[in-house]
């Protein structure tokens, strides 16, 4: 079974980018994945806040379309939905460690899914159960 972790939006387009900002480890993992030897599971809530970043003219339509072409391609780049089993998770998500809703969907997704985050935000290292790649 291929190691696998869910990242989080700004981790996604700090590797479309090829950000020095992008922590060795996440950076590692990401290359892994485009080599097929990884799955990095994007929450749909990364989807639309690229979209969103997009029309506030904070990111060029380049990653997402770098994006988009990446999911096309069966890569091991997979969508994971926002499902029941994420909105239970949320619970074990405190509002004190990640205050805004997008990052407990993807804290939440993790968790879900027994997975790693991909993050810069060590503050959600202190959810039990959730590990943190960086």
Known sequence: MKPAAVTDTH?????????PRLGLGAGQFFDDCVRGESIVYV????????????????IPAVFRNLLAEELRQGSSFIV???TWSVV???SRVPRT?????PDRI???TAL????????????LAQIPGLQIIW
């Open 11 to 19: 981790s996604l387009i700090w590797f479309l980018e090829d950000s």
């Open 43 to 58: 929450p749909t809530i990364c989807l639309v806040e690229i979209v969103y970043l997009y029309e506030k003219g904070r």
């Open 80 to 82: 994971a939905d926002l």
């Open 88 to 90: 239970e998770a949320l």
């Open 97 to 101: 460690l990640a205050p805004d809703m």
């Open 106 to 108: 993807i804290a939440a």
């Open 112 to 123: 879900s899914l027994e997975v790693p985050l991909i993050t810069r935000d060590h503050s």
